[in-house]
Antibody
Framework: QVQLQESGPGLVKPSQTLSLTCTVSGGSISSGRYYWIWIRQPAGKGLEWIGRIYTSGSTNYNPSLKSRVTISMDTSKTQFSLRLSSVTAADTAVYYCARGNSDYNYAMDVWGQGTTVTVSS | EILLTQSPGTLSLSPGERATLSCRASQIFSSSYLAWYQQKPGQAPRLLTYAASSRATGIPDRFSGSGSGTDFTLTISRLEPEDFAVYYC?????????FGQGTKLEIK
């Protein structure tokens, strides 16, 4: 059974770059059946899609974050990563990685447990 | 960008009752790309339905989705205690996905 696990610093200083990694276990990250996705959720608020990456390396980003976001993948390590530059307090949130599955028209069927990132000096 | 508006913001019902949650889009899009998720406190969201009306694996049949065009609905036929949670709709057909703001289903 596929599992996703986020990892990275829980505290990032303002203006710095947030970097998170999602490790995929129990399945292939190279399959063309999936997108690999990042979502975030500020405390007490709703979900915000950050972006996605396909096996080919092609990416799509939320227009509101596009200038600051980079998503990449390392198939040898079955990991994909998120970098968000120039962070502010507004980027404080729980960050989730998820899988978009072609069996479900690319809806997100597997999620990580989430990791809390706080932006503060 | 397609915006999704969910209503009501909060729905107060009792176990055994029927829940109807609405999701309205700012423009027409393919129902093939409308999903519903359930989120409980401290947990990641769980996929309930996709393509507007198809249930994901393992989802009880009391959950049903419907709709097309700009108007979509998630119905829970008979509420169980574990169904009280926050529900989100999401469109994922365009190159930019969006979520609704969520409906909180609470025990009356």
């Amino acid at each position: 059974q596929v599992q996703l696990q986020e990892s990275g610093p829980g505290l990032v200083k303002p203006s710095q770059t947030l970097s998170l990694t999602c490790t995929v276990s129990g399945g292939s990250i190279s399959s063309g059946r999936y997108y690999w996705i990042w979502i975030r959720q500020p405390a007490g608020k709703g979900l915000e899609w950050i972006g996605r990456i396909y096996t080919s390396g092609s990416t799509n980003y939320n227009p509101s974050l596009k200038s600051r976001v980079t998503i990449s993948m390392d198939t040898s390590k079955t990991q994909f990563s998120l970098r968000l530059s120039s962070v502010t307090a507004a980027d404080t949130a729980v960050y989730y990685c998820a899988r978009g599955n072609s069996d479900y028209n690319y809806a997100m069927d597997v999620w990580g447990q989430g990791t809390t990132v706080t932006v503060s000096s | 960008e397609i915006l999704l508006t969910q209503s009501p913001g909060t729905l107060s019902l009792s176990p055994g009752e029927r829940a109807t949650l609405s999701c309205r889009a700012s423009q027409i899009f393919s129902s093939s790309y409308l999903a519903w998720y359930q989120q409980k406190p401290g947990q990641a969201p769980r996929l309930l339905t996709y393509a507007a009306s198809s249930r994901a694996t393992g989802i009880p049949d009391r959950f049903s989705g419907s709709g097309s065009g700009t108007d979509f609905t998630l119905t829970i036929s008979r509420l169980e205690p574990e169904d009280f949670a926050v529900y989100y709709c999401q469109q994922y057909g365009s190159s930019s996905y969006t979520f609704g703001q969520g409906t909180k289903l609470e025990i009356k």
